[in-house]
């Protein structure tokens, strides 16, 4: 996905804050959720996050895009899912990048589960 900065986005220091990274990264897992997700498991399940690991390596300004990947490199460990992503510019300089920890949460109960393998089938190798 593409990632425009707004003048909204951009902190005292004149550039992208870092909250706004961290959307950028729930908006693109979210998508990648929703695109390859069965919809039974998109009504029944949801996201939540444990943990970021943010590199930042760059910054982009007002006006300035980057476009962001995510990947899932390996399957679920109980409850949980590491994705990654990478953000790049224009030049296609790596700016941000980072790791991400996800559980799983029964939308009814409210309850972390454990990933079953028809859950995680669409996004693991």
């Known amino acids: 996905m593409t990632f425009t900065a707004a003048s909204e ?15 950028w990264m729930e908006e693109l897992a979210t998508a990648h959720w929703m695109r390859d997700a ?9 996201w939540v996050v444990a943990r970021h690991e943010i590199d930042y390596r760059g910054n982009i ?25 990478v ?10 990048r980072a790791k991400t920890t996800w559980a799983m949460v029964d939308r009814r109960s409210g ?6 393998p028809e ?7």
């Open 119 to 125: 859950v995680s089938a669409p996004f693991v190798d």
């Open 9 to 23: 986005h951009i902190d005292a220091n004149g550039h992208v804050n870092n909250a706004v990274w961290v959307q």
């Open 38 to 46: 069965d919809p039974a498991h998109v009504d029944s399940y949801a």
């Open 87 to 96: 953000f790049t510019d224009a030049s296609g300089k790596t700016v941000v």
């Open 61 to 85: 300004r007002d006006g300035e895009s980057v476009e962001g990947t995510t990947e899932i490199r390996e399957g679920p460990s109980g409850a949980r899912f590491d994705r990654y992503f």
């Open 111 to 116: 309850r972390v589960l454990r990933v079953p």
